[in-house]
């Protein structure tokens, strides 16, 4: 019973979620600034306001990163600090843009960006081609299993529109790419500052003849892995209405499809039952996807609480009080085996106690070094947990929201970590 | 066996109900502030979906400084009244009446929202506060988590913000703290208007084209009201104007538009060379920070 618009059909327009990481100097911000002005997504008093704040600076013509970096700190300090989230659309696609700072607490950041992103953007600086923190970045995208990879070599007007230039740089990247389990990357040559390739064809490149950058975000598939994945559900709340009866579980499809007639089994408890329902506030569906938030209802009457998740009877997440998996601490304050916090996990928080700490990722030369003896701010790392309740979980590298988890500090109620099921990661070679 | 992908409006609406749900699981006494305006009734709208066919588990809360449109006050009320909802609301006045408050030199009410809004979160031991702000907005709230800490006194630190990832919200808080929740984050003003249009919202007849009397101040068209004007040798004029926001009438311009229906509006907006704030809010133009700095003093 969805009511339409009689005026004009919705048109229907995908959403892309994706992200931004590059290194200090590569121009990620002109980038970010020159998408959203060729998209005309900045609006005049926008503009103005980056004139006027350009002008006070002393600048000479209006930097673009103002429209960025929004908070006082980071203006007065001319460096972008937090994870900013930006939104442009186009005829045929909605973007968010997760814009992630490279210096400061970069794992914090590129990690937050990734988290969410379907597809990532990696700059690089034409003159200096993969550098250290391009390693870093992309090994931390390679861990939060970013579906798509794009690689813009940017500044390609300081090198003359050098072929050669693009050709070496592509090649040694799509290496590290393999190296880090990427099964294809797309490479674009641009000049954010000039506009080459990121809205506009360019007439330097003749000898290019892949998609802009703004082509390729409007044309990639936005299915995400896990809708062919086994069907998960967490149980966020129950929805009863007493007037009808009415009893259902409400929750977010986190993968899979969900039907009426399907055989579920309710976890961590083991019940199995059959989907009698999947409502909406508009009505029934016939089926469900991944990112679908609804309310399903079962044949049965079993005790099932927040927390709780409905999984596909056929192929089920294992139920386990012991995980090994990998952290990306994102605090000042170390961690240290044997410590007490609190692990969210879907729509369930329980009590974790860290076991043994294992290797540690090397970010600078990708690859894994000894276990170290606590983590700190921006490490990755192996770990083994304890839970004091069991958790259905998959493997992060199969199914991303039924594998990841944070960890929680109990006297302050931060977060401390980012949590993956298993290692992610696999380095070859 | 693979199902279509979610349309963008589909995206953003299963969003903002997973997090209405996440918040009715973790906390004890949330409360949705609404105003009238369409931001926040685009949220009541989508928290009756979250839960139907059960009613929404929380009550509303109105920060009225006084200066309102009637049109809006009756909208309001009626839309309470007919989705059976609760609401409480914190008249400004009454902070003023008590001297809590004084009236500002130049009659705008719209930081004055900041004291009783967080007198009342105290007082009703709210530990959950549902806003309809979005990032597109302004730079300050594109920093802004979807569940953000406030502390004791209702401040904001955007350089203490929790890393916000996948989608595990973490709401934990201490005694005395709350959390600003924001489902709407992620989207667009256009969102808005098309998702308004999708599901046939209503809203208060102000946002669309009227004929009203009106006097230009600092570049806007603002209304005759208790908020003082026109002064000086500014001078009541008929034109046919909309809003594109509501809020305090001394800070609130109408825009100059013959859009009566929301195809127009849409039409309007998406051809539009200035944001929404920036076009209407005189609050937002006090200086280069202005919205970083009421936020973090409690404001929305």
Same mark, same amino acid.
């Given at each position: 019973?969805?009511?339409?618009?009689?005026a004009?059909?919705?048109?229907?327009?995908?959403?892309?979620?994706? &992200?931004?990481?590059?290194?200090?100097?590569?121009?990620?911000s002109?980038?970010?600034g020159?998408? $959203?002005?060729?998209?005309?997504?900045?609006?005049? %008093?926008?503009?103005?306001?980056?004139?006027?704040?350009?002008?006070?600076?002393?600048?000479?013509?209006?930097?673009?990163?103002?429209?960025?970096?929004?908070?006082?700190?980071?203006?007065?300090?001319?460096?972008?600090?937090? *994870?900013?989230?930006?939104?442009?659309?186009?005829? @045929?696609?909605?973007?968010?843009?997760?814009?992630?700072?490279?210096?400061?607490?970069?794992?914090?950041?590129?990690?937050?960006?990734?988290?969410?992103?379907?597809?990532?953007?990696?700059?690089?600086?034409?003159?200096?081609?993969v550098?250290?923190?391009?390693?870093?970045?992309? &090994?931390?995208?390679?861990?939060?299993?970013?579906?798509?990879?794009?690689?813009?070599?940017?500044?390609i007007?300081?090198?003359?529109?050098?072929?050669?230039?693009? /050709?070496?740089?592509?090649?040694?990247?799509?290496?590290?790419? #393999?190296?880090?389990?990427?099964?294809?990357?797309?490479?674009i040559?641009?000049?954010? =500052?000039?506009? %080459?390739?990121?809205?506009?064809?360019?007439?330097?490149?003749?000898?290019?003849?892949?998609?802009?950058?703004?082509?390729?975000?409007?044309?990639?598939?936005?299915?995400?892995?896990?809708?062919?994945?086994?069907?998960?559900?967490?149980v966020?709340?129950?929805?009863?209405?007493?007037?009808?009866?009415?009893?259902?579980?409400?929750?977010? *499809?986190?993968?899979g499809?969900?039907?009426?007639?399907?055989? *579920?089994?309710?976890?961590?408890?083991?019940?199995?039952?059959?989907?009698?329902?999947?409502?909406?506030?508009?009505?029934?569906?016939?089926?469900?996807?991944?990112?679908?938030?609804?309310?399903?209802?079962?044949?049965?009457?079993?005790?099932?609480?927040?927390?709780?998740? =409905?999984?596909?009877?056929? /192929?089920?997440?294992?139920?386990?009080?012991?995980?090994?998996?990998? $952290?990306?601490w994102?605090?000042?304050?170390?961690?240290?085996?044997?410590?007490?916090?609190?692990?969210?996990?879907?729509?369930?928080?329980?009590? !974790?106690?860290?076991?043994?700490?294992?290797?540690?990722?090397?970010?600078? /030369?990708?690859?894994?070094?000894?276990?170290?003896?606590?983590?700190?701010?921006?490490?990755?790392?192996?770990?083994? $947990?304890?839970?004091?309740?069991?958790?259905?979980?998959?493997?992060?590298?199969?199914?991303?929201?039924?594998?990841?988890?944070?960890?929680?500090?109990?006297? @302050?109620g931060?977060?401390?970590?980012?949590?993956?099921?298993?290692?992610?990661? /696999?380095?070859?070679? | 066996?693979?199902?279509?992908v =979610?349309?963008?409006?589909?995206?953003?609406?299963?969003?903002?109900?997973?997090?209405?749900?996440?918040?009715?699981?973790?906390?004890?006494?949330?409360?949705?502030?609404?105003?009238?305006?369409?931001?926040?009734?685009?949220?009541?709208?989508?928290?009756?979906k979250?839960?139907?066919?059960?009613?929404?588990?929380?009550?509303?809360?109105?920060?009225?400084?006084?200066?309102?449109?009637?049109?809006?006050?009756?909208?309001?009320?009626?839309?309470?009244?007919?989705?059976g909802?609760?609401?409480?609301?914190?008249?400004?006045?009454?902070?003023?009446? %008590?001297?809590?408050?004084?009236?500002?030199?130049?009659? @705008?009410?719209?930081?004055?929202?900041?004291?009783?809004?967080?007198? @009342?979160?105290?007082?009703?031991?709210?530990?959950?506060?549902?806003?309809?702000?979005?990032?597109?907005?302004?730079?300050?709230?594109?920093?802004?988590?979807?569940?953000?800490?406030?502390?004791?006194?209702?401040?904001?630190?955007?350089?203490?913000?929790?890393?916000?990832?996948?989608?595990?919200?973490?709401?934990?808080?201490?005694?005395?703290?709350?959390?600003?929740?924001?489902?709407?984050?992620n989207?667009?003003?256009?969102?808005?208007?098309?998702?308004?249009?999708?599901?046939?919202?209503?809203?208060?007849?102000?946002?669309?084209?009227?004929?009203?009397?009106?006097?230009?101040?600092?570049?806007?068209? =603002?209304?005759?009201?208790?908020?003082?004007?026109?002064?000086?040798?500014? !001078?009541?004029?008929?034109?046919?104007?909309?809003?594109?926001?509501?809020?305090?009438?001394?800070?609130?311009?109408?825009?100059?538009?013959t859009?009566?229906?929301?195809?127009?509006?849409?039409?309007?907006?998406? &051809?539009?060379?200035?944001?929404e #704030?920036?076009?209407?809010?005189?609050?937002?133009?006090?200086?280069?920070?202005?919205?970083?700095?009421?936020k973090?003093?409690?404001?929305?």
């Amino acid at each position: 019973m969805k009511t339409q618009s009689t005026a004009r059909p919705c048109k229907q327009v995908a959403l892309l979620r994706f &992200a931004t990481a590059g290194s200090v100097d590569d121009g990620k911000s002109t980038l970010v600034g020159r998408l $959203l002005y060729d998209t005309k997504s900045v609006l005049a %008093d926008q503009i103005e306001a980056v004139q006027r704040a350009s002008v006070d600076r002393g600048l000479a013509t209006p930097d673009l990163s103002l429209l960025v970096d929004g908070l006082r700190a980071e203006r007065e300090q001319g460096i972008t600090i937090d *994870v900013a989230y930006r939104y442009f659309s186009t005829p @045929t696609r909605e973007f968010v843009l997760a814009d992630t700072p490279g210096h400061v607490q970069y794992t914090r950041n590129t990690v937050t960006g990734a988290s969410t992103a379907e597809l990532a953007v990696l700059l690089v600086d034409a003159r200096h081609g993969v550098v250290e923190q391009t390693r870093r970045h992309a &090994a931390v995208l390679a861990l939060l299993r970013v579906p798509r990879l794009v690689l813009c070599i940017n500044k390609i007007d300081l090198v003359g529109y050098d072929e050669a230039v693009l /050709t070496a740089i592509g090649k040694d990247f799509a290496e590290l790419a #393999r190296s880090l389990g990427f099964e294809s990357v797309v490479t674009i040559p641009v000049s954010a =500052l000039v506009g %080459d390739n990121v809205v506009e064809r360019s007439a330097h490149t003749p000898w290019y003849d892949g998609p802009t950058l703004l082509g390729h975000l409007e044309s990639v598939p936005v299915t995400p892995p896990e809708a062919d994945a086994p069907f998960r559900m967490p149980v966020q709340y129950v929805i009863r209405e007493h007037a009808s009866d009415y009893r259902g579980y409400a929750g977010q *499809v986190a993968s899979g499809t969900v039907r009426p007639g399907d055989e *579920v089994v309710v976890l961590p408890g083991g019940t199995r039952t059959t989907v009698t329902g999947v409502d909406t506030a508009d009505g029934p569906l016939e089926q469900a996807g991944a990112g679908r938030s609804v309310t399903i209802r079962l044949a049965d009457d079993i005790d099932i609480a927040r927390g709780d998740v =409905l999984a596909a009877a056929g /192929t089920p997440p294992r139920v386990t009080n012991e995980l090994d998996a990998t $952290l990306c601490w994102l605090s000042d304050k170390a961690l240290r085996p044997g410590a007490r916090l609190l692990l969210k996990h879907g729509a369930r928080t329980t009590q !974790v106690i860290v076991g043994v700490l294992g290797d540690r990722l090397d970010t600078d /030369t990708v690859s894994w070094a000894d276990a170290p003896e606590q983590l700190a701010i921006n490490d990755i790392a192996r770990v083994s $947990l304890r839970t004091a309740d069991p958790l259905p979980v998959d493997d992060y590298a199969d199914i991303r929201a039924t594998g990841s988890f944070l960890l929680i500090d109990p006297p @302050t109620g931060n977060t401390l970590a980012a949590g993956l099921v298993g290692t992610p990661l /696999t380095l070859a070679g | 066996m693979t199902t279509p992908v =979610l349309d963008a409006l589909d995206a953003l609406e299963s969003e903002a109900i997973h997090i209405f749900r996440e918040v009715a699981g973790e906390f004890d006494r949330p409360v949705i502030l609404f105003s009238g305006g369409k931001d926040s009734t685009l949220l009541v709208h989508l928290a009756v979906k979250a839960f139907a066919p059960a009613p929404v588990p929380f009550p509303l809360l109105h920060v009225d400084t006084g200066h309102n449109y009637a049109e809006v006050i009756e909208f309001r009320d009626r839309i309470v009244a007919e989705k059976g909802l609760r609401l409480e609301v914190a008249h400004v006045q009454d902070w003023i009446d %008590d001297g809590r408050l004084t009236e500002r030199p130049d009659g @705008t009410r719209n930081p004055l929202q900041t004291v009783p809004l967080l007198d @009342t979160i105290v007082e009703k031991r709210h530990d959950a506060v549902f806003g309809g702000g979005r990032r597109d907005e302004e730079r300050a709230r594109a920093k802004e988590r979807i569940m953000s800490l406030r502390d004791g006194f209702g401040r904001w630190d955007p350089r203490s913000q929790r890393p916000e990832l996948w989608n595990l919200y973490n709401g934990r808080h201490a005694p005395g703290e709350h959390v600003r929740v924001f489902p709407i984050s992620n989207w667009t003003e256009l969102d808005v208007w098309r998702y308004i249009q999708r599901e046939r919202i209503e809203l208060p007849s102000i946002y669309y084209s009227h004929r009203r009397e009106v006097f230009r101040r600092d570049g806007m068209w =603002l209304a005759e009201g208790p908020w003082g004007g026109p002064r000086g040798t500014e !001078v009541l004029e008929e034109r046919t104007v909309r809003y594109r926001t509501v809020g305090d009438g001394s800070c609130t311009g109408a825009v100059e538009s013959t859009a009566t229906t929301l195809d127009e509006i849409i039409a309007e907006v998406t &051809a539009s060379r200035l944001t929404e #704030r920036g076009a209407t809010r005189a609050d937002d133009r006090l200086s280069e920070a202005a919205m970083e700095d009421r936020k973090r003093e409690g404001y929305f």
